[in-house]
């Protein structure tokens, strides 16, 4: 078993592993957990208690959680000392415990990391980010129909602009940058330009599409969308939706049938068994999932378009209070609080924790422990439907009782059944 020097790993509990492919969980898996920051350690303390009640209740003390704290932001600074964000006994205990669930995270200001999360999911080649979109009955929402939404998005997680491949304006590098671009393409920057390159492989499509295809076959979905901008960025985001058909005919044209062929070959009706393989403009995709969301199962998305979307998305159905996600690869996986850290609101009991709580849904599904996500999830709904609910909430629902953080964990474990 590896040695960490600040990490403590459980007395008691087994590492998950991972064999031809697949997890081999335990009945004591010990997971990682880093805290967060700023309200992370409000929503993370209800939702522990949540996790670990609805194992109990789900297995009568047959299976249990060993959990391992494991750091990175602000805390991290006060374990390891000065500039230490992201130690890297952090990133090797994800590795080798294959799951994570974790808080917020400040993004550091002035130098160093770009972004922690970003950090997280290079370092550990976490290429998909994976982010269900639904409506939950009770949560206040801007539309008039939320619960046509029920989406889920892959998307990208490594390269695009997120590569942070930037030259700074000014600079010998970017001008360097400006000249070469000039010189090999014929287009003309202006001098005053800071540039940013934004690179987009084959491979990293290729196996995020993949990803979300098995997805949709697994969950018996009705169709999958590859989101791009290919009319205007033809060998990036244009490369991305030809590497997406190209998946879906190399390796799945006994199951996924194109717009064109519904149309030709079947009348337009889908034939039992067979999954829809399309595309949309970026653009378009925000304008569909406006008007039309109930026509969209999967969503593929380069990273960029990604994150935008799945947060526009969010909105449509309460905000990312309540939106959950999770950053995957083969085998490691890290879930998390889709929100900021909110630090005005940090140590005050205030925060909505459903978007670590669903966040925690996705992750026992992952490890195939999926009475304990159904056990939280209906105790979520059924929370939620009788107004006991925190301050984002409450302040838009006509007869709630507002609660704190702690409070609403408290009734969710009162409501599973």
Same mark, same amino acid.
């Given at each position: 078993m590896a040695q960490y020097e600040k990490i403590i790993i459980p007395s008691v509990g087994e590492k998950i592993k991972v064999k031809e492919g697949q997890l081999v969980v335990p009945d004591n898996p010990i997971l990682a957990f880093i805290e967060g920051d700023g309200t992370g350690p409000d929503i993370w303390r209800a939702s522990k208690r949540v996790f670990d009640s609805a194992v109990e209740k789900a297995y009568k003390g047959k299976k249990k959680i060993a959990w391992m704290e494991i750091y990175a932001g602000e805390k991290?600074?006060? *374990?390891?000392?000065?500039?230490?964000?992201?130690?890297?006994?952090?990133?090797?205990?994800?590795?080798?415990?294959?799951?994570?669930?974790?808080?917020?995270?400040?993004?550091?200001?002035?130098?160093?990391? #770009?972004?922690?999360?970003?950090?997280?999911?290079?370092?550990?080649?976490?290429?998909?980010?994976?982010?269900?979109?639904?409506?939950?009955?009770?949560?206040?929402?801007?539309?008039?129909?939320?619960?046509? *939404?029920?989406?889920?998005?892959?998307?990208?997680?490594?390269?695009?602009?997120?590569?942070?491949?930037?030259?700074?304006?000014?600079?010998?590098?970017?001008?360097?940058?400006?000249?070469?671009?000039?010189?090999?393409?014929?287009?003309?920057?202006?001098?005053?330009?800071?540039?940013?390159?934004?690179?987009?492989?084959?491979?990293?499509? #290729?196996?995020?599409?993949?990803?979300?295809?098995?997805?949709?076959?697994?969950?018996?979905?009705?169709?999958?969308?590859?989101?791009?901008?290919?009319?205007?960025?033809?060998?990036?985001?244009?490369?991305?939706?030809?590497?997406?058909?190209?998946?879906?005919?190399?390796?799945?044209?006994?199951?996924?049938i194109t717009e064109e062929e519904l149309s030709s070959k079947y009348n337009s009706k889908l034939p039992e068994g067979m999954i829809i393989i399309k595309d949309r403009i970026a653009d378009s995709m925000f304008q569909q999932l406006l008007l039309r969301p109930s026509e969209y199962d999967v969503l593929a998305t380069p990273n960029l378009n990604g994150d935008y979307i799945s947060d526009a998305a969010a909105a449509q159905v309460g905000g990312l209070g309540i939106a959950p996600g999770a950053n995957i690869s083969y085998s490691a996986a890290i879930f998390e609080a889709t929100h900021g850290t909110a630090p005005k609101y940090a140590n005050m009991d205030k925060i909505n924790p459903g978007s670590l709580i669903l966040s925690g849904v996705m992750m026992f599904d992952y490890i195939g422990w999926k009475?304990?996500?159904?056990?939280?999830?209906?105790?979520?709904?059924?929370?939620?439907?009788?107004?006991?609910?925190?301050?984002?909430?409450?302040?838009?629902? *006509?007869?709630?009782?507002?609660?704190?953080?702690?409070?609403?964990?408290?009734?969710?474990?009162?409501?599973?059944?």
């Amino acid at each position: 078993m590896a040695q960490y020097e600040k990490i403590i790993i459980p007395s008691v509990g087994e590492k998950i592993k991972v064999k031809e492919g697949q997890l081999v969980v335990p009945d004591n898996p010990i997971l990682a957990f880093i805290e967060g920051d700023g309200t992370g350690p409000d929503i993370w303390r209800a939702s522990k208690r949540v996790f670990d009640s609805a194992v109990e209740k789900a297995y009568k003390g047959k299976k249990k959680i060993a959990w391992m704290e494991i750091y990175a932001g602000e805390k991290a600074l006060s *374990v390891y000392g000065k500039d230490k964000w992201l130690p890297e006994e952090t990133v090797d205990a994800i590795q080798d415990y294959q799951i994570a669930i974790k808080g917020p995270l400040t993004t550091p200001v002035g130098g160093g990391i #770009r972004s922690l999360n970003v950090a997280l999911r290079q370092q550990l080649d976490l290429f998909a980010c994976v982010r269900p979109v639904k409506y939950y009955a009770g949560v206040p929402s801007p539309m008039k129909r939320p619960k046509d *939404v029920d989406i889920i998005i892959f998307r990208e997680n490594t390269e695009d602009v997120y590569a942070g491949i930037e030259f700074k304006s000014g600079t010998k590098e970017a001008e360097d940058v400006r000249k070469y671009i000039e010189e090999k393409s014929g287009k003309m920057i202006r001098k005053d330009s800071s540039i940013g390159i934004k690179p987009m492989s084959e491979f990293g499509s #290729r196996r995020l599409v993949k990803k979300a295809i098995d997805y949709a076959i697994a969950n018996n979905k009705k169709n999958i969308t590859l989101v791009h901008k290919g009319n205007i960025m033809k060998f990036t985001e244009g490369s991305f939706k030809e590497w997406g058909y190209q998946v879906a005919k190399e390796d799945y044209k006994d199951i996924l049938i194109t717009e064109e062929e519904l149309s030709s070959k079947y009348n337009s009706k889908l034939p039992e068994g067979m999954i829809i393989i399309k595309d949309r403009i970026a653009d378009s995709m925000f304008q569909q999932l406006l008007l039309r969301p109930s026509e969209y199962d999967v969503l593929a998305t380069p990273n960029l378009n990604g994150d935008y979307i799945s947060d526009a998305a969010a909105a449509q159905v309460g905000g990312l209070g309540i939106a959950p996600g999770a950053n995957i690869s083969y085998s490691a996986a890290i879930f998390e609080a889709t929100h900021g850290t909110a630090p005005k609101y940090a140590n005050m009991d205030k925060i909505n924790p459903g978007s670590l709580i669903l966040s925690g849904v996705m992750m026992f599904d992952y490890i195939g422990w999926k009475k304990v996500g159904g056990l939280i999830e209906n105790a979520l709904k059924k929370t939620i439907k009788s107004k006991i609910v925190t301050y984002d909430f409450a302040r838009q629902m *006509v007869g709630a009782k507002e609660v704190k953080t702690s409070q609403f964990a408290d009734e969710i474990i009162k409501n599973m059944k």
